[in-house]
C-alpha cells in the first residue's frame, strides 16, 4: 500500500542518491531522470550572487529541463549551495581542493541553502529555499588528512568536501536545522505542496 495518490509517479530530475532515500523513506512512488543542465553556465548567465537565488534557480532549471520531455509529469528539481559569508563553495575537483575548503570552513559557521521546485507542464508551481546553519569543528591538518583519508573520492560528491550522513558528521560542533534541508531536499515544503494537489494520501 503507498500513500502515493498521483495517477503517474513523481520525477526527481536528479542523481542524488541522498535525495531518492528522501523520497524512498517517505514512501513516495518515484522514478529519478537526470537534467543534463550546465549549471555553472546557467548561474554566470543569471548574474544572481545571493545563494538562495542561486539554488532556487538551478533547483528550477533542472525540472524544467526534465519536464519538456515529460510535460504531463509533476517534476522535482533540487539544489544546494554552500556561503561562507560572501564566498560561495561548490564541489571540490579533487583532494587538494577538498583540503582547501575544509580549512576554510574549519572553526567556522556556513550557510546551506536548499532548495526544492515543482514543474508541470514547463510551469513552475512551487518554489521553496531553506537554511542550515553548520558550525565546523576546529581542525588540524593531520586531522583533515585523516578525514579526507577516510573518506576517499566521496570528498569530490558533494559541496564543502563533507557528506554529514557519512563520516562528514565528525567535522561539527552545532548544527541549526532538518535533516532534509542538510541532505539538499527541502522535504517537508515538498510534501506540504503534493498534498495540496491531492497527491498524497496522508
Given at each position: 500500500m503507498t500513500i502515493w495518490r498521483g495517477k503517474d509517479p513523481l520525477v526527481l530530475a536528479s542523481q542524488s542518491r541522498a535525495r531518492q532515500m528522501l523520497l524512498e523513506n517517505a514512501g513516495l512512488t518515484f522514478e529519478?531522470?537526470?537534467a543534463d543542465i550546465d549549471e555553472r553556465a546557467i548561474q554566470q548567465?543569471?548574474?544572481l550572487q545571493k545563494p538562495g537565488e542561486i539554488a532556487a534557480l538551478?533547483?528550477?532549471a533542472k525540472a524544467l529541463f526534465v519536464s519538456a520531455k515529460m510535460p504531463d509529469r509533476y517534476v522535482v528539481g533540487a539544489d544546494q549551495t554552500l556561503a561562507l559569508g560572501q564566498r560561495l563553495f561548490s564541489k571540490p575537483a579533487g583532494r587538494a581542493q577538498a583540503h582547501e575548503q575544509l580549512c576554510a570552513l574549519a572553526g567556522k559557521t556556513?550557510?546551506?541553502h536548499s532548495a526544492v521546485a515543482?514543474?508541470?507542464g514547463e510551469k513552475i508551481l512551487s518554489s521553496e529555499v531553506s537554511i542550515a546553519r553548520m558550525t565546523m569543528r576546529r581542525l588540524s591538518d593531520d586531522e583533515?588528512?585523516?578525514?579526507l583519508d577516510a573518506a576517499g573520492d566521496r570528498v569530490t560528491t558533494s559541496v564543502g568536501a563533507y557528506q554529514l550522513e557519512g563520516l562528514g558528521v565528525h567535522l561539527f560542533e552545532r548544527i541549526e536545522a532538518d535533516h532534509f534541508t542538510i541532505l539538499g531536499l527541502p522535504l517537508l515544503p515538498l510534501l506540504?505542496?503534493?498534498r495540496g494537489q491531492g497527491l498524497l494520501g496522508v
Open positions: 529519478a531522470v537526470p548567465k543569471s548574474g538551478l533547483a528550477q556556513h550557510e546551506l515543482v514543474v508541470r583533515v588528512e585523516t578525514y506540504a505542496f503534493l
